[in-house]
């Protein structure tokens, strides 16, 4: 990910403005993402710098991936997702400065032997993906009372996704812009420099 690059492009072509979504990653099994000098703690702090997070309308939703490694059956698992969720929350909210959802998701659909349903898997707590994302995203789209993004997300995403219907949207169209890229040099602890 080249964070120089996406913060030259919004100063340069969307100043004033956010990203309707930003999906922040944590492995579910990662257990040193705590502190200031973890990656995940340096990497919030480059979204803080470069200014992507809407403190207003929160823009953040955490996808927690290789969810089923936290194993066990359905109560254990859900108390470690919880657990690790508050934790990662607090970090969020320190750093970030707003309040994320956070929704679980398998990447190993075929090594788990997970439910299948017309493209849809069940997780161990019976919410199916990737259905929680499409819900979580179409949700803070809709609390954020972002038509516009809800629309292109409808029209992008029109599909059938497991009990739930998306219906069709008026089409509409939006002038893209050519990025000037630039590299990113260095993130430090607790520092980022693009010198």
Same mark, same amino acid.
């Given at each position: 990910l080249n964070l120089c690059s996406i913060e030259s492009f919004f100063k340069e072509n969307l100043a004033n403005s956010f990203p309707n979504i930003i999906f922040v990653l944590i492995n579910a099994m990662d257990c040193?993402?705590?502190g200031?000098?973890? !990656?995940f703690v340096k990497s919030?702090?480059?979204l803080e710098r470069i200014g992507l997070v809407d403190t207003k309308n929160p823009n953040v939703i955490v996808v927690m991936t290789y969810a089923n490694s936290l194993t066990g059956n359905e109560e254990t698992w859900k108390t470690?997702? $919880? !657990?690790k969720c508050k934790n990662v929350k607090r970090i969020i909210s320190e750093y970030l400065k707003v309040e994320a959802n956070i929704i679980a998701l398998e990447n190993h659909l075929d090594e788990e032997k997970m439910e299948n349903d017309a493209g849809n898997t069940k997780l161990? $707590?019976? !919410?199916w993906q990737p259905k929680n994302?499409? $819900?979580?995203?179409l949700g803070l789209l809709k609390k954020n009372k972002d038509d516009i993004g809800s629309n292109a997300f409808k029209q992008v995403f029109d599909c059938k996704v497991k009990n739930i219907s998306i219906e069709k949207t008026k089409f509409f169209t939006l002038e893209a812009v050519q990025p000037n890229f630039k590299f990113l040099d260095l993130i430090t602890c607790g520092e980022f420099s693009k010198d």
């Open positions: 040193r993402y705590e200031p000098c973890s !990656t919030l702090k480059c470690k997702f $919880d !657990t161990p $707590d019976g !919410t994302v499409h $819900d979580a995203c």
